[in-house]
């Protein structure tokens, strides 16, 4: 739908500078915009974007309003949150489909399907599963006996809820996300592998939101947990017995190895690795590559790995790597000889 200017404006609490009648009826970035679109301005670094950019309106901090000619200007402390705001208001979230079962879903009857409930074509719905109101459940989703799922939750295509797993209110659950599959576990007993049966489940809290084809293993006696408000990107690997604090995000192919414990407000960069057993702190932060492998027990940001530089030079790098320890000895030597 289309707002004023005005009415955008009120709707999302802001002041505004410009013509209250400006009809807004789309959101864009400043190089794709056109008449009638809503951008934002990050920081000041972008403001030749937003001059050369054809959108009507910018949502600004403050600091940066006077920079900016001949557009209309909302202005918010938190431009881009408020413009996460603003694409609500205008209606652009994807339309949400009208309530029912498709006939080729499969729905057991002992399931208890909550009012405003869809569920997508060849769903599989198990016995003595619970949906919440108004949940969605995607096309080819398989739901296991006793799984539960709150109330406004949206589980795209092809998602796996394993036996047993419960899943908050307000939950996001991308296409390929699969929850409590067995953890690895295994015993060793005259030299071959036994299975441990994984005997716990996995609970999500509410408002928790996990990206496509991310895995979160079930516990092998306790549960596996994620707190709530976390945000978990794309091709995540959370093993069995792992507890994520609440409101901590994750980005893509991080894995985190059994019995580990993550505390709140965290932020665990692409492709890092937690080994198990261990505990991280609140507000910790890690970055991109690296590799944890002990407790962090204060709150900061922690980094690891070797950086990227010139080929060449990386393949010089790591033939002196071996000769680092003598010459650490060599060093102390001179410093022992000196004293």
């Given amino acids: ?48 974007e937003i001059a050369d950019s054809l959108c009507s309106a910018v949502i600004v901090h403050p600091q940066f309003a006077q920079l900016i000619a001949a557009k209309a200007v909302l202005l918010s402390a938190h431009p881009q949150y408020s413009f996460v705001h603003a694409i609500e208001e205008l209606g652009l979230d994807p339309v949400r489909q009208a309530a029912g079962i498709h006939p080729s879903a499969q729905v057991a009857e002992s399931a208890r399907i909550g009012a405003g409930v869809r569920i997508g074509a060849n769903a599989v719905i ?44 307000r939950c996001i659950l991308q296409s390929g996300v699969v929850i409590g599959g ?28 996990i990206g496509a084809n991310t895995t979160i293993d079930r516990g092998a006696l306790d549960d596996t947990v994620i707190e709530q408000g976390c945000k978990l990107d794309n091709q995540i690997m959370i093993a069995h017995n792992v507890r994520i604090g609440a409101h901590t995000a994750i980005a893509g192919c991080a894995a985190i190895a059994g019995s580990t414990t993550v505390g709140r407000h965290c932020k665990i960069s692409g492709a890092a690795n937690l080994t198990g057993h261990i505990t991280i702190a609140d507000h910790v932060t890690i970055t991109a ?8 027990r204060k709150p900061g940001v922690y ?8 080929n060449a030079l990386w393949h010089r790098a790591n033939v002196r790597y071996k000769t680092l320890d003598r010459l650490a000895k060599t060093v102390a030597k001179l410093y022992k000889s000196n004293d």
């Fill in 303 to 310: 980094s690891s790995g070797t950086p990227l530089m010139e």
């Fill in 182 to 209: 067995d953890g690895f576990g295994l015993v060793r007993h005259r030299d071959r592998w036994r299975r441990i049966p994984q005997i716990g489940s996995v609970i999500i809290e509410d408002d928790v939101e």
């Fill in 126 to 169: 198990e016995e003595e599963v619970e949906i919440g109101a108004n949940s969605i459940v995607g096309a080819g989703c398989v739901i296991e006996h006793a799984a539960c799922i709150g109330s406004e939750c949206r589980l795209h295509s092809r998602v796996t809820l394993a036996h047993s797993v419960r899943l908050g209110n």
């Fill in 1 to 48: 739908m289309s707002l004023t200017l005005q009415q955008l404006a009120e709707s999302l609490d802001l002041e505004f500078r410009g013509d209250p009648d400006l009809v807004i009826n789309g959101v864009a970035s400043p190089a794709s915009a056109k008449g009638g679109d809503l951008c934002y301005l990050l920081g000041k670094k972008y403001l030749a």
């Fill in 289 to 296: 590559n690296s590799l944890v492998h002990s407790d962090i």
